[in-house]
């Protein structure tokens, strides 16, 4: 089946960039999403990419992918402390029966 | 009021009991799910349902049930609660006239422990 990897922890101070990374095993994957989940919260779609796309770029945020290594990335330009969350990727194939299968998260922590 | 609102938002229930947590969206979606989340594991699905008719189960249905009352209501039943349910869950809703860039909505989890 689908699976979706992420590192659980990451840690950045306060103005760096954080890149967060996610590899999945299903190569017909057509959507690939970031959501955001603060404490307390429910999860909130942050971006998303096509599959034949290779980057998109949204305020703060740019996705990355690559398809051929099955490696999808999120960079927050100049981290604030309110970035400090758990992150989620995502993928929808139809491999999959068309359900979103989540990574494991990524607990971001800015610290100042 | 929320798109996708979740009930209780917190349940402490004994080993045994039973137990439902209720999913009420007002997006219009066709499509519901229902999720667990676990620290260190993500997100896993426990069942969906495409339309009012139609339910399938998800990678970790054992132990649980659900029922489509209406387009809008999609309820979650632990028959016979065990410690190793306890856990945060998530209803989600999405549209299948959509294309996949909208993603799934999602509600704000009920956190239920059993004890």
């Known amino acids: 089946g689908e699976d979706v990897e992420q590192s659980l922890f990451l840690s950045v101070r306060e103005g760096d960039s954080s890149v967060i990374n996610c590899t999945y095993t299903?190569?017909?994957?057509?959507?690939l999403y970031w959501y955001k989940q603060e404490p307390g919260a429910g999860l909130q779609l942050l971006t998303y990419?096509?599959?034949?796309?290779d980057m998109k770029q949204d305020q703060r945020l740019t996705v990355l992918l690559n398809k051929k290594d099955k490696h999808l990335s999120l960079r927050i330009a100049d981290t604030q402390t309110g970035d400090s969350a758990i992150y989620f990727c995502?993928?929808?194939?139809?491999?999959?029966?068309?359900?979103?299968?989540f990574g494991t998260g990524t607990q971001l922590k800015v610290e100042l | 009021d929320a798109d996708v609102t979740q009930t209780p938002r917190n349940r402490i229930t004994k080993t045994g009991k039973r137990i439902m947590l209720e999913c009420s969206q007002t997006?219009?979606?066709?499509?519901m799910y229902w999720y667990r989340q676990d620290p260190g594991l993500g997100l896993r699905l426990i069942y969906y349902?495409?339309?009012?008719?139609?339910?399938n189960k998800g990678e970790i249905s054992d132990g649980y049930s659900v029922s489509r009352q209406a387009q809008a209501k999609f309820s979650l039943s632990l028959e016979s609660a065990i410690p190793n349910q306890t856990a945060l869950y998530f209803c989600?809703?999405?549209?299948?006239?959509?294309?996949?860039?909208?993603?799934?909505?999602f509600g704000s989890g009920t956190r239920l422990t059993v004890v």
């Open positions: 989600a809703t999405s549209d299948s006239r959509k294309t996949g860039g909208d993603g799934y909505t």
């Open positions: 299903d190569s017909s994957s057509t959507y």
């Open positions: 990419i096509f599959s034949n796309m």
């Open positions: 995502a993928e929808i194939s139809p491999g999959g029966g068309n359900k979103l299968t």
């Open positions: 997006k219009g979606h066709d499509r």
């Open positions: 349902s495409f339309d009012v008719k139609d339910i």
